[in-house]
C-alpha cells in the first residue's frame, strides 16, 4: 500500500521529468533537424499571406526564440565585455537584440519564394555548423552556414553566409567604432540606440 | 592598356605624399588584448586605406551607383544576364590559365568546356549553355594562384584606387592578370581601345549592379562602414580560397 503510495505521489513529478529534453549535447543530426526547423519557420513567414507588419513581427518572435542573442552580443563586444559595467552589458544587450532583430525582420520581403537544400553538418570548434544553400529567385544559390550550439537545447550562434561569419563581421564594426571613439562602450550604446530608434 | 598606367603614375605621387604619416597608431604595448586586435586587423595603412575608401565611395555615389541603378531600371533581365555572359567568356582564357598554374585539372576543365561551349554554341558568349551542360561557372585569378602555391600570404590590407579591397598579393595579382589576357596583347589602335574601355566600363557598372541592395545596406547598418567592408572582403576571400585548396577532383590526391 505505501509503496503503492508512494508510487502515486511521484507519478507527476516522473511523466514532468519524460517531458524535460535532456541537457545533453546537441549531435550533428538534431542540429540538422533544428536548422531544417528554423529554415522552415523562416520560409512560411515569408511565404505566408500576413502583412509585412505581421509578418516582421512573426519573424521577430522565431529569432528570439531559435538564436541565443544574448551569447551573440557577447561575442560582439569582444574584449570590451569585460571593461563593460554591469549596467552598460545590460544596456548593451538589450539594445543589440533590439538592432539585429529590427535589421533581420526588416530583409523578409527578400525571403519570398526561397527554397533551400540541407547539406552536412559537422562539429566544428565546439559548435556544429550545418550546411545549406539557398536559392533565390533570379539570383546565384547562396551557400550558408549555419552555426548551431553543441550544449544546451539547440540554438543558433551565428550564421556563415558565403564564407563570412555575421558575428565575426559585427565584431570588427564594433571595435573599429569603439577604437575611433576611444574604447568608451557607452559611445556604442549611443550609436546603438540611435540605430535601435532610426526609421 | 596604356591608360590605367597614366591613371596609376597619376596616382602614385598622391599616394606617396599621404603615405608619409599616414601609417596607424599601434596600441600600447602593455595592452595585450589591444595588440593581438591590431595585428588581426592587420591594417598598418589604415589612415591612407581610409582616405582611398573615401574617394572610391565619393566617385561610387556620384557617378557607379547612380549607373548601375539606370543600368537595372532600364537594361530588360535577360539582356543584362547576356553581359553578364559575354564578359564572363572574355574572362575565361585568364581564368583558365589561372586554373591550370593552380593544378586543379576538374576546374580547368569546366573552365575549357565552358570557353567552347559557350563561344559557338553559346552564340559568342551571350548565352551560357555550359552551366547547363554540367560545367558551372567560377572565377580565378592570379592572387589566388599565388595563395594556392603558398608562397605569400595576403599581406597587409590595402584599398586600392578605383577597385577596391585587397592586399598586396591580389594587387599583383591583378597586374599579372591584366599580362596574361589576350585581350592586352592582340590588336592596337582606336577600336581595339575602345572595346578595351567598353569591356571594363561595362563590367564595372554591371558588378556594380548586383550588389546595389547589399552595399545599401552595408552603408546603412554599419557603423563604421569601411572596416566592416574590410572584414567582409577578408573573410570571403579567405573562404574562395580555401575552397579552391581543398578541391582535390580529378587530382593524384583525390584518387589515392
Known amino acids: ?199 | 592598356m596604356r591608360a590605367p598606367f597614366r591613371t596609376a603614375l597619376l596616382i602614385l605621387p598622391l599616394m606617396a605624399t599621404m603615405l608619409l604619416g599616414a601609417c596607424a597608431t599601434a596600441p600600447d604595448a602593455s595592452d595585450a588584448e589591444a595588440v593581438a586586435d591590431f595585428k588581426a586587423t592587420n591594417d598598418p595603412l589604415e589612415p591612407l586605406n581610409r582616405a582611398v575608401y573615401e574617394i572610391n565611395d565619393g566617385i561610387d555615389v556620384v557617378i557607379l551607383r547612380p549607373l548601375a541603378l539606370a543600368y537595372r531600371a532600364v537594361v530588360p533581365d535577360p539582356a543584362r544576364q547576356g553581359v553578364r555572359n559575354v564578359l564572363d567568356n572574355l574572362a575565361a582564357p585568364v581564368v583558365l590559365a589561372n586554373d591550370m598554374m593552380q593544378g586543379k585539372p576538374k576546374r580547368a576543365g569546366d573552365t575549357l568546356m565552358r570557353l567552347v561551349i559557350n563561344s559557338t554554341l553559346g552564340v559568342a558568349g551571350l548565352f551560357d549553355v555550359a552551366t547547363g551542360m554540367g560545367y558551372p561557372q567560377h572565377s580565378s585569378d592570379f592572387g589566388m594562384t599565388l595563395a594556392v602555391w603558398g608562397l605569400f600570404d595576403g599581406g597587409p590590407y590595402l584599398m586600392l584606387p578605383l577597385f577596391g579591397p585587397s592586399n598586396p598579393r591580389d594587387a599583383a595579382g591583378r597586374g599579372a592578370d591584366m599580362a596574361l589576357d589576350p585581350f592586352t596583347w592582340i590588336g592596337q589602335g582606336s577600336t581595339v581601345k575602345a572595346l578595351g574601355y567598353a569591356r571594363s566600363g561595362s563590367d564595372a557598372v554591371d558588378t556594380r549592379s548586383r550588389y546595389i541592395d547589399e552595399v545599401d545596406k552595408l552603408k546603412a547598418q554599419a557603423l563604421d562602414p569601411y572596416a566592416t567592408l574590410r572584414s567582409l572582403h577578408r573573410q570571403n576571400r579567405k573562404a574562395t580560397i580555401d575552397e579552391v585548396i581543398a578541391d582535390d577532383r580529378g587530382t593524384a590526391a583525390k584518387r589515392r
Do not use: H
Open chain 1, 1 to 199: 500500500m505505501t509503496t503503492r503510495r508512494r508510487f502515486l505521489a511521484a507519478a507527476p513529478a516522473l511523466f514532468a521529468l519524460s517531458q524535460v529534453r535532456p541537457a545533453v549535447a546537441a549531435d550533428p543530426d538534431s542540429a540538422a533537424a533544428f536548422v531544417d526547423q528554423l529554415l522552415r519557420e523562416l520560409l512560411a513567414i515569408a511565404n505566408g499571406s500576413q502583412t509585412a507588419a505581421e509578418k516582421r513581427g512573426a519573424l521577430a518572435g522565431v529569432v528570439e526564440a531559435r538564436v541565443d542573442l544574448d551569447a551573440v552580443a557577447r561575442f560582439c563586444l569582444g574584449r570590451f565585455w569585460r571593461t563593460a559595467t554591469p549596467q552598460q552589458q545590460a544596456d548593451y544587450t538589450q539594445l543589440f537584440r533590439r538592432v539585429l532583430i529590427k535589421n533581420i525582420s526588416e530583409k523578409v520581403g527578400e525571403y519570398q519564394g526561397v527554397t533551400y537544400t540541407l547539406g552536412r553538418a559537422v562539429k566544428r570548434e565546439g559548435d556544429i555548423a550545418v550546411a545549406s544553400v539557398l536559392n533565390r529567385p533570379g539570383n546565384a544559390p547562396n551557400k550558408v552556414d549555419w552555426v548551431v550550439e553543441a550544449e544546451g537545447a539547440p540554438k543558433v550562434i551565428d550564421v556563415i553566409a558565403e564564407g563570412t561569419s555575421l558575428r565575426l563581421t559585427q565584431r570588427s564594426d564594433y571595435s573599429a567604432y569603439l577604437a575611433r571613439n576611444g574604447n568608451n562602450v557607452q559611445a556604442l550604446i549611443d550609436a546603438l540606440k540611435q540605430q535601435a530608434t532610426a526609421g
